[in-house]
């Protein structure tokens, strides 16, 4: 009985470990400085130029996304798009004076927070051009 259970137990090792051999082989098939399809999806596209300079001002290094401290949380792509828009919102004097950040509501839907005041959607915002620089840094992202 015991060498039955010594015997299921050794296969079972070398099944595992016949399983962790293959994840790293696999793993270094994967040619991380070259474009191509060989890259995994999740890895195929960078952050925008706005999200890394972010983090590398925030001496955080190359980061997919910024989130600063006191910053609601969103998803990581609403965090890039919000550091596209403040991006665009310092090239804008006359909007200088919005400090816009984005989060997750409650529902899972995003949230869009005007000087501490929320809105649900770029149409509500309370500025022709905030609407406009806030959709020009959406269409920014959707490009890259």
Do not use: C
């Amino acid at each position: 009985m015991s060498l039955t259970i010594l015997l299921v137990a050794g296969i079972a090792a070398l099944v595992v470990i016949g399983a962790v051999a293959l994840v790293f082989i696999r793993a270094n098939n994967v040619n991380l400085t070259e474009t191509g399809d060989e890259k995994p999806e999740w890895m195929r596209q960078t952050p925008p130029p706005e999200t890394i300079s972010a983090t590398q001002a925030d001496g955080e290094g190359f980061q997919v996304f910024d989130h600063d401290p006191g910053e609601e949380l969103a998803s990581p792509f609403a965090e890039q798009i919000e550091d596209i828009l403040r991006a665009r919102l310092q090239a804008h004097p006359e909007l200088s004076h919005y400090d816009v950040d984005l989060g997750t509501a409650g529902d899972g839907s995003l949230e869009i927070l005007v000087n501490g005041q929320k809105f649900s959607s770029v149409d509500d915002l309370p500025d022709d051009g905030l609407r406009q620089v806030f959709q020009e840094a959406i269409d920014s992202w959707n490009k890259n």
